[in-house]
T-cell receptor
Framework: QVQLVESGGGLVKPGGSLRLSCAAS????????MSWIRQAPGQGLEWISY????????NYADSVKGRFTISRDNAKNSLYLQMNSLRVEDTAVYYC????????????WGQGTLITVSS | DIQMTQSPSSLSASVGDRVTIACRAS??????LHWYQQKPGKAPNLLIS???SLRSGVPSRFSGSGSGTDFTLTISSLQPEDFATYYC??????????FGQGTKLEIK
């Protein structure tokens, strides 16, 4: 079955950096687009980044553009999110998500990893 | 950017009730509209894709309709496990995506 397992969350100071990883299994990872979606405490869902299957195309929400970088290693079935210049408002649970081919809905989600940005 | 607006933001209902949640897009999105359910402390789960396609394994009491700018999620007869927060999401502007703000469905 499809599994997405995030890691790398934790506490970081404002201005700091963190790298999230997502290990994928149960499907042909290299065939799928992937995204990161976050949810601040008590708030709704915010899509933040997307990467195509070949890594040729990437896209970011304005809230993270220029600070976060999405990448993937298809040989390792892994998705990454490099987060720099972190702000208090980046505090959230970050989900690794598979994107359906064709209609672009989010069909499988990881369990999420919590990032807390605080001094 | 395409904005998604859900109504109501919260809703109290009883087991057995029929419930409808609305989602409106700021511009036409065809049927590139999807619905998710999220329970506290858990990741969201896809319920309905392309406005009306029920995901395999999702109970038939859930249904979706609409196209263009106006969409609805209907639960025909609420069950205890349905009390959760529901989100709509558009993918018309892929690879830029937006969610509605969510509708929290609570027990009356």
């Amino acid at each position: 079955q499809v599994q997405l397992v995030e890691s790398g969350g934790g506490l970081v100071k404002p201005g700091g950096s963190l790298r999230l990883s997502c290990a994928a299994s149960g499907f042909t990872f290299s065939d799928y687009y992937m995204s990161w979606i976050r949810q601040a405490p008590g708030q709704g869902l915010e899509w933040i980044s997307y990467i195509s299957s070949s890594t040729r195309n990437r896209n970011y929400a304005d809230s993270v553009k220029g600070r976060f970088t999405i990448s993937r290693d298809n040989a390792k079935n892994s998705l990454y999110l490099q987060m720099n210049s972190l702000r208090v408002e980046d505090t959230a649970v970050y989900y690794c998500v598979r994107v359906d081919i064709g209609r672009d809905y989010f069909d499988y989600w990881g369990q999420g990893t919590l990032i807390t940005v605080s001094s | 950017d395409i904005q998604m607006t859900q109504s109501p933001s919260s809703l109290s209902a009883s087991v057995g009730d029929r419930v409808t949640i609305a989602c409106r897009a700021s511009q036409t999105i065809g049927t590139f509209l999807h619905w998710y359910q999220q329970k506290p402390g858990k990741a969201p789960n896809l319920l309905i894709s392309a406005a009306s396609s029920l995901r395999s394994g999702v109970p038939s009491r859930f249904s979706g309709s609409g196209s263009g700018t106006d969409f609805t999620l209907t639960i025909s007869s609420l069950q205890p496990e349905d009390f959760a927060t529901y989100y709509c999401q558009q993918s018309y502007s892929a690879p830029m995506y937006t969610f509605g703000q969510g509708t929290k469905l609570e027990i009356k």
